[in-house]
C-alpha cells in the first residue's frame, strides 16, 4: 500500500535525524573510550565529558525536534553495545510506536521507547503540541517521577514557544530559573536514551496565592469567585449552597460589591438581622444556615484565606506571555502548606481555569495550545465536591479546548479523576504504580482498563518501571490513541529542585507582574456600604421614634387640652344650665308677679267698675225713683 510522499519525506528527515544523533553519540562515547584507556581506567567507569558532542541547540535539549541533519557514517558504541543490535533488528511492535508517534506539524519530545526493559534511544516517543488542548494527565506513585515529568513537559512547551502554568506543590518547580548542572554521569544516562542534553533556565514568573509565599500575589473577589465555587470552598450541603447563591444574588441585585471576606460575612448578618425580610419573596435564608455559613466563612478566615480574597484582583492574560527570545513564559504557583488547606488551593485553581475560560477567545483547533495548564494534586479538587461542582468542572475542561488552553491533571491513579472528566483526557502519562494490597491491585486493574488494547501485559509492566519510566499514549492529530509506549522519559534541562534564593530575588526583581499586583487595596465594598445603610437606617429609626415620640406627646397634649376643653364645655353647660334654670326661675317668678299684678289690677278694675256700676246703678235708681215717684232733681 503506497503512503504519501509528505510522510515519506518526513520519515526520511526523522531517520536522517536519528542517524546525525546516533553518529553524535559514538563519536562521544568514543572520545570517553580512548580519554578511559589513556588513563588506564576501565572503559565502563565515569570518564570526563570531553565536550565532543555537537550542539544542536536549546530546541533539542527541552523535546522539540532538531533541524534534520546530513546522515554520516555510524561508529560503534563500546558503552552501548545494545544500539547496533536495536538498529539493525527492530520488533514489529517498535515499528507501530515507531510510526505511532510520528507526526506532521510541531512535536515535543518526551522520552525513549523501551522494551523490554531495554531503552531504545533511536525510537523517540513525541508528543504532537498540537493536541495537547484534548488535555492530558500524569499518573503514578509517589517517587515514581512525576514532578519531572512535568517539569520537562514545562520546558519543552516554553522552548516551542507556549506559555504554561503550573502548581508548585513540593517548591522545588523553582529550579527551572537556573541551568541544570551537567556531569558525566547525566551525559552518558541522556546519551543512552537518545537526548543530547544541554543545561537551560526559562523564563519563569513566580506566583502566591494571595501573597502567602515567593511571587506576585494572586487575588480575586468573592463576587468573581462565585457561589459554586465558594460553597465548595466552605464545604457546604445542597441545601446550604443554594442560600449562597441566594445571598449572592442579592448582593448582584443591590449592587453590593463582594470584594473580601469582611464582605460576605456582613452581607449574610445583614439578611439575618436588619434585613431579614429582604429575600421573604423568594424563600429567605434559615437562620440556622446562615449560621453553619458564617461558621464556616470565619473557619476558612482563620486559616488565612482572607489574603486570597480583595483587590486587585489578578487578570488571568498575565500567564499568556512569550520572552523576547520566544521562549513561553512558565507561571509557577507556589503552593505551601498545601495539605493543611486541600480544598482552598484546589479549588482556587479552578478559578483560575473558569476564569481563563471567561476571559479568552474562541480559536479552535491550532497548531500549538495558546497555555497548557498542569495541575498537580488533582485528586484535592474532586474529594467531597458537589454535584453541581462537578458539573462545572466538566463542562469547563470539555469546553476551555476551544480557547486554545490545554490541562494536565496530575495525580497518582487515573480513578482519583471523576469519570467525566478522565474521558476528555486524550494524553496518559503513567508512571508506576504498586500492587502490595488488595486496594492497590484493583487500583491497578482500573488504571490497566484506562488504556487501549495493546498487546503489552500492562498489569505486569506498570509496577515493575522504575523512577522515570511510564507507559504513554497520546491521540494523534485525527484524534486516534496512538500505541501504548513503555517510555525513558528525558531529563529537564533547567535544575531538578529549588532555585538558589539569589535566583528566586532576582526573577522576584525582574517581575513585570509584582509592582501592579503587590500590595493590596481596600475599596469601598459591600461592608463599609451595608454600614452606611445601616446607619441610615439607624438613624431613620431613631428619627422616627423621635418623630413618634413627639407625635405621642403632641397627641398627649391635644388628648389634655380636648379633655380641659371638654371639661370646661362641661362647666359651660352646667353654667349655662344654672343660668338658664335661673333665669327660668326669675322669668316664671316675674311671670307670677305679672299675673299676681295683673290680677291685682283685673280686680281693681273690676272693683272700679262695680263701684261705677253701682254708683251708676244709685244714681240711676235715684232717677227712676224720682221720676216715678215725682221728686225732682237737685
Given amino acids: 500500500m503506497s503512503q504519501d510522499p509528505e510522510v515519506l519525506r518526513l520519515k526520511a528527515e526523522a531517520l536522517e535525524a536519528e542517524a546525525a544523533a546516533a553518529e553524535a553519540k559514538a563519536q562521544a562515547a568514543k572520545a570517553r573510550l580512548q580519554a578511559a584507556l589513556a588513563a588506564g581506567g576501565n572503559p565502563a567507569d565515569e570518564a570526563p565529558d570531553t565536550g565532543d558532542a555537537p550542539d544542536t541547540g536549546d530546541a533539542a535539549a527541552n523535546g522539540v525536534e532538531p533541524e534534520p541533519a546530513e546522515p554520516e557514517s555510524l561508529e560503534p558504541n563500546p558503552l552501548e553495545p545494545e544500539a547496533l543490535t536495536e538498529s539493525a533488528d527492530v520488533s514489529e511492535y517498535e515499528s507501530q510506536v515507531r510510526e505511532g508517534y510520528t507526526f506532521e506539524g510541531p512535536t515535543m519530545t518526551i522520552g525513549a521507547y523501551m522494551e523490554d526493559g531495554v531503552t531504545k534511544p533511536d525510537t523517540h516517543i513525541r508528543l504532537p503540541l498540537g493536541m495537547l488542548n484534548r488535555h492530558g494527565l500524569i499518573a503514578g506513585a509517589t517517587g515514581t517521577g512525576k514532578t519531572r515529568t512535568l517539569q520537562l513537559l514545562a520546558e519543552g512547551l516554553s522552548a516551542a514557544g507556549v506559555p504554561c502554568f503550573v502548581t508548585d506543590i513540593k517548591g522545588d518547580l523553582t529550579g527551572l530559573l537556573e541551568p541544570g548542572p551537567a556531569s558525566d554521569k547525566l551525559t552518558e544516562r541522556t546519551l543512552a536514551q537518545g537526548q543530547d542534553w544541554q543545561p537551560q533556565a526559562f523564563p519563569t514568573e513566580l506566583f502566591a496565592l494571595g501573597g502567602l509565599g515567593n511571587g506576585t500575589p494572586i487575588r480575586t473577589t468573592v463576587t468573581d469567585f462565585g457561589p459554586i465555587l465558594m460553597a465548595k470552598v466552605l464545604g457546604l450541603n445542597d441545601t446550604q449552597e443554594s442560600a449562597l447563591s441566594l445571598i449572592f444574588n442579592w448582593a448582584d441585585a443591590n449592587q453590593l460589591a463582594l470584594i473580601d471576606l469582611t464582605d460576605l460575612r456582613a452581607v449574610i448578618s ?111 479538587l474532586f474529594n467531597d465536591a458537589s454535584k453541581e461542582f462537578l458539573n462545572q468542572v466538566v463542562q469547563t475542561v ?135 445603610r445601616m446607619a441610615e437606617e439607624e438613624a431613620a429609626r431613631i428619627q422616627a421614634e423621635k418623630e413618634a415620640e413627639a407625635a405621642e406627646a403632641a397627641e398627649k397634649a391635644a388628648a389634655v387640652q380636648k379633655k380641659e376643653q371638654e371639661r370646661l364645655a362641661k362647666e359651660l353647660e352646667k353654667e349655662i344650665e344654672r343660668e338658664r334654670k335661673a333665669l327660668q326661675k326669675e322669668a316664671e317668678r316675674r311671670q307670677r308677679e305679672a299675673e299676681k299684678e295683673a290680677e291685682r289690677q283685673r280686680k281693681r278694675r273690676e272693683g272700679t267698675i262695680d263701684q261705677i256700676v253701682r254708683s251708676a246703678g244709685r244714681t240711676l235708681g235715684r232717677e227712676i225713683t224720682r221720676s216715678i215717684f215725682g221728686t225732682r232733681r237737685r
Fill in 270 to 380: 445583614y439578611l439575618t438581622s436588619e434585613g431579614k425580610d429582604e429575600l421573604k419573596n423568594i424563600g429567605g435564608v434559615a437562620s440556622s444556615t446562615a449560621g453553619v455559613i458564617l461558621r464556616n466563612v470565619a473557619e476558612l478566615e482563620a486559616q488565612g484565606a482572607g489574603a486570597f480574597f480583595g483587590e486587585p484582583a489578578f487578570e488571568v492574560a498575565e500567564f499568556i506571555r512569550t520572552s523576547a527570545e520566544g521562549l513561553g513564559q512558565i507561571s509557577a504557583l507556589e503552593l505551601p502548606d498545601v495539605q493543611s488547606r486541600p480544598a482552598l488551593f484546589s479549588t482556587f485553581i479552578m478559578w483560575l481555569l473558569a476564569e481563563l475560560f471567561q476571559e479568552l477567545p474562541e480559536v479552535g483547533d491550532v497548531d500549538k495550545p495558546k497555555l497548557v495548564f498542569f495541575f498537580d494534586e488533582a485528586h484535592l
Fill in 398 to 532: 470539555r469546553l476551555i479546548r476551544s480557547k486554545g488552553v490545554g490541562i494536565i491533571f496530575i495525580t497518582q491513579t487515573p480513578k482519583d479523576i471523576p469519570d467525566d472528566v478522565l474521558a476528555q483526557l486524550g494524553s496518559k502519562v503513567q508512571h508506576a504504580l504498586r500492587a502490595h494490597t488488595p486496594n492497590e491491585a484493583k487500583k491497578l486493574r482500573e488504571t490497566v482498563g484506562t488504556f487501549p488494547t495493546s498487546p503489552l501485559d500492562l498489569e505486569e509492566v506498570l509496577p515493575s518501571l522504575g523512577t522515570g519510566e511510564a507507559i504513554v499514549t497520546v491521540l494523534d492529530r485525527k484524534g486516534r490513541p496512538t500505541p501504548v509506549a513503555p517510555t525513558k522519559i528525558w531529563a529537564p534541562a533547567a535544575v531538578m529542585g529549588p532555585a538558589s534564593d539569589q535566583a528566586i530575588q532576582q526573577s522576584l526583581a525582574n517581575s513585570q507582574t509584582l509592582p501592579r499586583y503587590k500590595d493590596a487595596i481596600d475599596p469601598e465594598s459591600a461592608f463599609e456600604l451595608l454600614e452606611q
